[in-house]
């Protein structure tokens, strides 16, 4: 009795499980890259720029912005250990953007930015987050929807 309860239970989890989209054993959505970049997106729900926009200016969850400056005029301190994010979108494409967020190591090994959707070789970031990416992959989208808007000629204040 107890036995079939709890099987009737576990049903709706494995019907659930069965339709998610395709996962690695990590429980990382897959994804290709082609190039320099990863032209698929991680979702098929585009990213939000708004939502975007407070992840990269949040220094609690982005943190961008201990290393790069950008055009934030509320954002006082501004990182300069990195490429100005102005007009970045101009200069690259949603792909390429979208492999510089999940990986850049895949471009450059010893960057010392973090591996946004990655679970290995997070050796800068705190336990916190440990066992999962740093971003969602919708959060991943959002970001990249978010740099995609930032066009050049912008001009600094
Ligand atoms: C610890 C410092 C650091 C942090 C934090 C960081 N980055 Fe970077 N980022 C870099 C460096 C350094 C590069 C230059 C590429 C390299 O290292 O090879 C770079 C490169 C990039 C590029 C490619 C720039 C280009 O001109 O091609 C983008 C886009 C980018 N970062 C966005 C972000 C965003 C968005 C965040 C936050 C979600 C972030 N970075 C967080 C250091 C950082």
Redesign the pocket.
Known sequence: MRRGRRAAHLLPLALALAILPARAENGLVTYAIVGDAIPEPLTDAPGDPARGRA??ADRTR???L???AGPFPEERFQ?N???D?TG?GT??SPG??RL??VD?RA??P?????S?YSLSGLA?VGRAWQGRP??SAGEIED?VAF?ATLREPEGRP
């Open positions: 992840i990269v982005g943190l961008c201990l290393c790069h990182g250990l990195a490429p994010l970045i200069r690259r390429q953007l510089r967020l850049g471009l450059n010893d960057t010392i930015m973090p946004y800068r740093i971003l970001v740099l």
